[in-house]
């Protein structure tokens, strides 16, 4: 059993989100990476891979957020 202000990996709710915040964010700085990349090896069919990246970054970024501060002072 976990206590309540512990996730199920040792951390707690903070750090949870923090990790998952980073998390986005590399998945929203790697979205244009695979954008040229499926461009450039399969043409226009394959872009979709870079827009699910792009928005499964931004949704998780969005979620985790720290409402206290700013976006510039939490994110590492």
Do not use: C
């Not at 915040?21 to 872009?47: E, I, K, M, N, T």
């Not at 827009?51 to 957020?65: A, D, S």
């Amino acid at each position: 059993m976990t206590s309540p202000d512990k996730s199920h990996y040792g951390l707690t709710k903070t750090d949870f989100d923090l990790h998952r915040r980073r998390l986005g964010l590399v998945f929203a700085v790697v979205s244009p990476v695979l954008y040229l990349l499926d461009f450039a090896l399969w043409g226009v069919s394959h872009q979709w891979w870079g827009t699910i990246f792009l928005v499964l970054g931004l949704l998780t970024i969005w979620y985790h957020r720290n409402r206290e501060k700013p976006f510039p002072e939490n994110i590492w």
